[in-house]
């Protein structure tokens, strides 16, 4: 969620959330040249934020409520930003395709929108010593040392998805 806050900010639609109840979440849009941005920060919990995904975006989804999709993309045209356990804290990384590894959240997308083809900006926040620790370490807050790290973290997290964006928005617009 702090990185789509960060993004919004660089868009300048930080203050344009809008709460939409078919979808379960908040929405905000922006312009990138010629490309237009859909953010949205599902209601919903992890697990199921494929659901929201899913019923506000995605042409062809199967939805469980059975709504119609209100932006009509595909899923590759789908950006999911999420945490990443198995990378350091502060390490940011850009995945075409590919498993779930194990993210909940990344699983309900894939599932909703029965596709793996969504890119992931991946947001490493390390790992817990303990096994045992996993759920509350990913529910739990930054400590201040790790509030210290976040910003240019979240500059980095940014700048790799409007760089990939501003890439597929050139290479679509000039043919095959």
Known sequence: MAVL???????GVAESWERDRRCAADLAQA????????????????????????QAVVTGATVSLGQVELFGLTAEEVYLVHDELDKPLGKVALKLGGSARGHNGVR?????????????????????????????????RFSPAEQELLPPVLERAVDLLLGHIHQRSRESSSGP
């Open 31 to 54: 312009s990138l040249g010629d490309a237009q941005l859909v953010l949205l920060r599902p209601r919903r919990l992890m697990n199921l934020n494929g659901h929201s995904v899913a």
């Open 5 to 11: 806050g960060q993004l919004a900010r660089r868009l």
């Open 108 to 140: 309900s997308c894939m599932s909703c929108l029965n596709s793996n083809a969504m890119p992931r900006l991946q947001v490493g926040i390390g790992r817990p010593t303990h096994r045992d620790a996993v759920q509350a370490y990913v529910l739990g």
